[in-house]
Nanobody, 123 residues
Framework: QVQLVESGGGLVQAGGSLRLSCEAS???????MGWFRQAPGKEREFVAA????????TYADSVKGRFTISRVLAVNTMYLQMSSLKPEDTAVYLC?????????????????WGQGTQVTVSS
């Protein structure tokens, strides 16, 4: 079992920055972690993913160059640094963990999910 707890969401003006954190706990070894987001009335959307050692990262086209995903194994925490935020980035951001090397840009490739943290970007 893996437990995931997100933090760091909030309200920010367009052009601003936020850093999200996701702390993992449990005895299961995590292969990959990722961030997804879901806006009201929309499907869950892939944002970014990172491999266990942090050497491999993947980003959705919509966030490339603005968001940076990172991971610190020593504290079992993953981060999402978000800059140049836009109103269309407004959503609940969810942390996810995979215990096997399944496709990582799809929500079905992850085994565990956090409860989510709200990010609201005002124009």
């Amino acid at each position: 079992q893996v437990q995931l707890v997100e933090s760091g969401g909030g309200l920010v003006q367009a052009g601003g920055s936020l850093r999200l954190s996701c702390e993992a706990s449990g005895r299961t070894t995590i292969y990959r972690m990722g961030w997804f987001r879901q806006a009201p009335g929309k499907e869950r959307e892939f944002v970014a993913a990172i491999s266990r050692n942090g050497a491999s990262t993947t980003y959705a086209d919509s966030v490339k160059g603005r968001f940076t995903i990172s991971r610190v194994l020593a504290v079992n925490t993953m981060y999402l640094q978000m800059s140049s935020l836009k109103p269309e980035d407004t959503a609940v951001y969810l942390c996810a963990a995979a215990v096997a090397p399944l496709p990582h840009t799809y929500s079905g490739g992850y085994d565990y999910w956090g409860q989510g943290t709200q990010v609201t970007v005002s124009s």
